[in-house]
């Protein structure tokens, strides 16, 4: 059974820094089409892909909002995913889920999409403050 554990949320002022961590257990994807990704999604709103990173290759996708700020990586042994967010601000304010899942190399326009991603934790909440 293929287990995600968030850790690391926490509330921070505008400007702030923080690392996010994701635990990875039982999942065995290793072809060039397996990807992991961050979500996050404040209330009312829909769930919103932030980065994603082909654990394969290690190439990474960004959302608009998220670059030059946001950092996705893996661990080696490709236990633990991460998400380093630096200046962040109010609009940040979300719950955040690593999630797990292939993408064909046609579809990697939209990774972004939650209905690529199989598996999913339960979240870190991030909460920031002017």
């Known amino acids: 059974q293929v287990e995600l554990a968030e850790s690391g949320g926490g509330s921070v002022q505008d400007g702030g820094s923080l690392r996010l961590s994701c635990a990875v257990e039982?999942?065995?994807?290793?072809?060039?089409?397996?990807?992991m990704a961050w979500f996050r999604q404040a209330p009312g709103k829909e769930r919103e892909g932030v980065a994603s990173?082909?654990?394969?290759?290690?190439?990474?996708y960004y959302a608009a909002s998220a670059k030059g700020r946001f950092a996705i990586s893996q661990d080696n042994a490709k236990t633990t995913l991460y998400l380093q967010m630096n200046s962040l601000n109010a609009e940040d304010t979300a719950m955040y889920f690593c999630?797990?899942?292939?993408?064909?190399?046609?579809?990697?326009?939209?990774?972004?999409?939650?209905?690529?991603?199989?598996?999913w934790g339960q979240g870190t909440q991030v909460s920031v403050s002017s």
């Open positions: 999630a797990a899942g292939a993408i064909s190399a046609g579809d990697v326009s939209t990774w972004n999409r939650a209905s690529h991603y199989r598996f």
């Open positions: 039982n999942y065995s994807c290793t072809g060039s089409d397996c990807f």
């Open positions: 990173i082909n654990t394969h290759s290690g190439y990474t």
